[in-house]
């Protein structure tokens, strides 16, 4: 097996990537902005790109988007080993999440190639297309077409403004009806293995360097549409309104009363609220409300789902208030394949690194990958746990560390039979 040591990551050219990376965003906003379709998404992209190219991975961009490296391995063709993540950010969020794991596929790409060591597998390295929620409703836009799971009824969701997702696709270059047909099949994959900061504060907090993830929470996201009636603020009396923004206001502490009861991993969020007049001396009229529901147990969040409506149903009906709610996505959870847990597990064990199982909250692209073939993570510790936001920070040694992690990971999965896996 290759010298893993030989196989450390050169980390001052990969700290120069992340910060070169981070360049591209939007500096009129606070923090990190590098949204799907924006313009400094597009710039980044092309910075990639060559990126790509420069560390001999030979980069094409598939019609969905994605950036996809290869590697040929000595059996050449066949399944192959895949990692990757995501270089578009959440509005002022931070400078790592998803770029950390793009980044580290290209050092380790580029690594195999500087030491000579040649795997048995091709390895493919992918920048996927929009991993983060946006307003279409559609996360992993890039990976649900890889994985076959980006639908016709995607591409006509519509954002704030009324453009369809399939529009905005076409206007980045993407071709998105093309996308629907171009999902890759379990025979292209060997194992996929992502590397991403946990964005949580489990690792720092009992000070493990590497997380080794269990699994992908489920993400049930909602849209609630409050329907009440508008009148004089000063004239109506309190017992004859029916007002929407107070509606979406009572959901809003319902959505945190039934997540704070969870007795597994389970967490609930409001994200947004829009109210119309939205004057004062008006009493709302319309009112809508998005929201999630993560966990990582599948039964929990299902009952959660249903007791969620149900309560803001209840609540809506004693104002006078209709309720109309929309699932904008239900995506389940998502278990990583044991097999490759003990490879990670070893890995790190192998590099004398200390590791402890972790959930992930978060979501990934991993998740639809994992309909391909045997799925992974590996986490690297969030500096007070804190991530979408611009104090998002994880260490450069951590993330080097976590790099190094991965190439052993990928050599050893690269000697592992698939029936093994
Ligand atoms: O929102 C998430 O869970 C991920 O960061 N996209
Ligand atoms: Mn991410
Ligand atoms: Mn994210």
């Not at 077409?145 to 704030?160: E, K, Q």
């Not at 994992?370 to 690297?380: K, N, Q, S």
Request: net charge negative; glycine share 12%; proline share 5%.
């Amino acid at each position: 097996m290759a010298d893993l040591d030989v196989l450390a990551p050169d980390s001052g050219r990969l700290a120069e990537r992340l910060a070169r990376l981070s360049e591209y965003h939007d500096s009129t906003l606070p923090g990190w902005s590098r949204e799907v379709f924006s313009e400094s998404y597009r710039a980044s992209r092309e910075w990639t790109r060559s990126l790509f190219a420069e560390a001999g991975l030979n980069p094409t961009v598939d019609a969905a988007g994605n950036i996809i490296g290869r590697l040929p391995g000595r059996a050449g063709g066949g399944p192959a080993l895949v990692t990757g993540s995501h270089t578009d950010t959440v509005q002022n969020g931070g400078r790592y999440d998803g770029i950390v794991g793009v980044l580290a596929g290209v050092e380790v790409a580029q690594r195999l190639r500087e030491t000579g060591t040649r795997l048995d597998h091709d390895l493919v390295v992918v920048d996927f297309l929009g991993e983060e929620a946006n307003e279409f409703g559609i996360s992993c836009m890039g990976s649900r077409a890889v994985a076959g799971t980006l639908t016709a009824d995607h591409l006509d969701r519509v954002d704030g403004t009324g453009l369809r997702l399939g529009t905005a696709m076409e206007r980045f270059g993407s071709d998105p009806d093309a996308a629907l047909g171009q999902a890759w099949g379990p025979s292209d994959v060997h194992g996929y293995v992502e590397l991403h900061i946990e964005q949580g504060p489990l690792l720092e907090r009992s000070g493990h360097g590497i997380g080794v993830v269990t699994a992908i929470a489920g993400i049930d996201r909602l849209l609630a549409h409050f329907a009440g009636r508008t009148g004089h603020a000063g004239t109506t009396p309190m017992g004859d309104r029916h007002d929407a923004l107070v509606s979406a206001a009572a959901a809003v502490l319902t959505v945190e009363r039934i997540a704070c009861g969870a007795p597994v991993h389970g967490v609930a969020t409001s994200g947004h609220i829009q109210s119309t007049p939205g004057s004062m001396g008006v009493i709302t009229d319309q009112a809508r409300l998005w929201a999630e529901i993560r966990s990582v147990d599948g039964s929990w969040l299902h009952g959660a789902r249903r007791q969620i409506v149900e309560e803001i149903a209840a609540e809506t009906r004693a104002r006078g208030v209709e309720l109309d709610v929309e699932w904008l996505s239900d995506q389940d959870p998502v278990p990583t394949a044991e097999a490759v847990r003990d490879v990670i597990s070893g890995a790190a064990e192998g590099l004398g690194l200390s590791w402890r199982a972790v959930p992930s909250g978060a979501g990934h692209d991993a998740a639809h990958l994992a309909r391909l073939g045997p799925m992974g993570m590996i986490f690297v510790p969030s500096v007070d746990g804190r991530s979408h936001c611009p104090e998002e920070m994880t260490a450069p040694e951590d993330i080097a560390t976590g790099t190094h992690v991965l190439a052993a990971t990928l050599v050893q999965l690269d000697k592992s039979p698939a029936r093994a896996l």
